[in-house]
């Protein structure tokens, strides 16, 4: 059954107001921020393995030349930079600015 409404307090409108904003850029924004945090993470697992490579440790059994093609630095950090992008693009919304 449903409540009555009651006449709330501007605090409590403003409060409301605030949590469903919250929620909205919450809706908006969290596929985004995954997927940039994965790819991020991802440059920095790929690096440190690189670099460990490198030391001597060889994590995957890949020829020298094929890690530093294929999981070297310049993947890791084309992943870093694909991921920054993701994370800081703006959406495509007009007359609006999306909120950091």
């Given at each position: ?13 403003r ?12 809706r ?50 084309l ?22």
């Open positions: 059954m449903e409540q009555p409404r009651r006449n709330r307090t501007p605090d409590e409108r409060r409301r107001q605030r949590q469903r904003e919250m929620n909205r850029q919450l908006v924004w969290t596929p985004r921020r995954v997927a940039g945090w994965t790819l991020i993470v991802l440059a920095v697992v790929m690096g440190i393995t690189h670099w460990l490579a490198h030391l001597g440790w060889r994590p995957i059994p890949l020829a020298m030349g094929w890690q530093d093609l294929a999981l070297g630095y310049p993947a890791a950090g992943l870093g930079v694909v991921g920054s992008i993701i994370l800081t693009a703006r959406g495509q919304r007009s007359g609006r600015r999306s909120h950091r």
